[in-house]
């Protein structure tokens, strides 16, 4: 099983997740959601590299000088099963009716179990 993600490496994978293709530091700064520093992202680029999270998917050429492009080893839903296990989607959704305050959240769930539930009879 894998770690647990810090949130600028799972921030760094989101963007992987969500992009189109090999990305370069560069790419990642441009299209993440919140600033980055480059030296962060790079920082976090070698990790997820070392750790195998990453692979190199390519080169490009950004001003001129030769930038390597990431791709992630794995999909944000493989990420988030290894997270769960799996055997503890039970617990986890229990937890989160048990938490949910909102009314019509809790009916919207109510009609997917028993949408399932039919589905599965």
Known sequence: MRRIL?????EVMSV?????GPMSSTDIIMAAPIEFKQSTVLAVLRTLLKEG?????????HTKVPAREF??????EEYVQSMLGKKSGF??????IEKTE???ELEKLEGMIQARLKAKR
């Not at 810090?6 to 799972?10: A, I, P, S």
């Not at 791709?71 to 944000?76: A, D, G, R």
């Open 91 to 96: 617990s986890m959704a229990s937890h989160l």
């Open 16 to 20: 992987l997740w969500e992009g189109e």
């Open 71 to 76: 791709v992630p080893v794995i999909t944000n």
């Open 53 to 61: 999270w990453i692979q190199i998917g390519g080169v490009s050429i």
């Open 6 to 10: 810090t949130k600028m490496e799972f």
């Open 102 to 104: 909102d009314v019509e």
